[in-house]
């Protein structure tokens, strides 16, 4: 090998605008800047890798100082042109951000700002991987940046845009640089193809733009790498499979029709000759998952668009085509879901050979269990009442039986609906012999009078009027009046106040309408005692036993307060007035004040 030879994707980098791949939007902002006399101070390259960020800097570095520039066509044959197209180092200085980050590396390159440029008109600066500063050195730019001395460019390209500082962004001319199309890889190195005469088909050429996912560079690389094939015989899809380590397209049609199939012995068999003949568990399924994925483009998509999807030829998207009718578009996504998910697994296991086989297994047997039509089937079975007949076919079968459509219920045997009738009603019997449902208590029919009273509390809107009519006893609530009454002269004063009373009456009014009666009095031996549980409203006029007098006149008996207990000063209660929380509490418990 010749010590002189020259990497294809550096032989062939674009020395002009005109030759740059791609970027249409790009070039012409550049020419028009060019043309007008327009240079900023510094730009911003950023996009995908091999996508030409650090080409066009050295075409920008070269227009500007060029002897005959600024212009679109540097001549490539002044000193200056030389000086760019070699890297050598004089006026168009490039910096690997990568390796040069820290603060000191900036301060360097600020103290050689100063110096004019010697070949050309601009001292170039162009750093690559400019995200790859730290904040130090990106703060240490800034000033100059922004106002950098006379005739000093700087041109920033990076692949990750969103880790440089915003005030860096904002200093620079920001360009963003497209995936370039798979047609005009193509295109390019078809003619690099025929300059280096590599004998290379088209359907070959196809596979690597693909596989470079947009990057120029990427494609020209493996090109070179095949170039020694290209020698001997015609290069083929196969050998860049081969080169990039994938399976064939007809290696994994025999694979995904086993799948289809259902058979997973003969899958496993298959699976086995291609891990064998040096493909990994992780590769296979990532070429399996991609060959599925170009089925349900051949299943979705017009026929105009799967070759430009899939990158397929005619006979392949003809078989693919065939395979994509045995499946239900909601198959082909789950099993690439199913696939996703083994890939997932086999980066994370020790043994990734075994869960090779247990995917592929597993996937022979989920092509046949997810049809549409099957489980709509299991659907209608379980509505209609049939799934435990199909459930005892399960039981009874190893091996599962082909799913058949239920017929509607209108439409079975008069023997088989009266059968589950019959199981039905027999079922039911003995549900109810085993289980006897406890007596329920009798609900209140809303019209006893502690739901009336319950009613008439609710109905008060004032907080100390609730608080005193809590102690009342009902003694009637109805339409023929309403009687409250309660133990003490001084609560039944208090509640026969016109307030208060006002406000009771009005809640009497919202239950059982106007001109109702209400009566506040204090308790009677003869009233009967209302007991909150109680559902049914006493009888007025009932007769009484000796003994339940006697008890009541317990019960209702005043308590005797002897005047030195219970007497305020004189002056102390012409000071206050009680509020009838306090009476309620001194009444209630038998208090008084205590200086």
Known sequence: MSGNYIPLYRKYRPQ???????????????????????????????????????????????SLNCKNGPTIHPCGECESCKDITNSIPIDVIEIDAASNRKVEDAQNILEKVQYVPVNG????????????????????????????????????????VHKVLDTIKSRCQRFDFRRITTDDIVKHLRWISEQEKINITDDALFAIAKNAAGGMR??????????????????????VNSILGRISFDVLNKLTEQIISSTPSNAIELINEIYN???????????????????????????ELIP??????????????????????????????????????????????????????????????????????????????SSAITAAQGANNVTRPAPIAPKPIENQSEDIQKKNLTESVTKKEEIEEEFTPPPMSKKSDGKDIQSMWEALLANISSPSTLGLLKLATPIQISSDGVILTFKSEKW??????????????????????????LTIRLAAASDAKISPQSNEAPKLGKKVTKEQKNNEEKTYEAPVNTTAETKIDSNKKSERTETDQEKMIIDLFDGKYVE
């Open 121 to 160: 008109k601009y001292k170039i600066y162009i750093i690559d991987e400019v995200h790859m500063l730290t904040n130090h050195a990106f703060n240490a730019l800034l000033k100059t940046l922004e106002e950098p001395p006379e005739n000093v460019i700087f041109i920033l390209a990076t692949t990750e």
């Open 308 to 385: 430009e999807l899939t990158g397929l030829n005619e006979p392949q998207i003809k078989d693919i085509s065939v395979q994509a009718q045995k499946l239900e578009t909601q198959q082909i996504v789950f099993l690439i879901e199913r696939i996703s998910y083994y890939i997932k697994e086999v980066k994370q296991a020790s043994n990734q050979h075994l869960w090779l086989e247990v995917g592929i297994i597993d996937l022979a047997n989920m092509a046949e269990n997810s049809t549409l039509l099957d489980l709509q089937n299991r659907v209608r079975a379980l509505e209609s009442g």
């Open 218 to 239: 990427d494609s020209i690389s493996l090109l070179d790498q095949l170039s020694i094939l290209g020698i001997t015989k015609e290069i083929t899809v196969d050998d």
């Open 277 to 303: 003949s040096g493909n990994e568990p992780l590769q296979i399924l990532t070429n399996l998952n991609e060959y599925f994925k170009n089925l349900l483009v051949a299943k979705t998509c017009s026929k």
């Open 492 to 517: 039944v004063s208090s509640m026969n106040e016109d307030s208060k009373k006002q406000i009771i009456q009005n809640a009497v009014n919202s239950i059982l309408g106007d001109n109702v009666s």
């Open 16 to 62: 002009t605008l005109d030759t740059l791949v791609g970027q249409e939007h790009i070039k012409k902002t550049l020419t028009s800047a060019i043309e007008l006399g327009k240079i900023s101070h510094a730009y911003l390259f950023t996009g995908p890798r091999g996508t030409g960020k650090t080409s066009t800097a050295r075409i920008l570095a070269k």
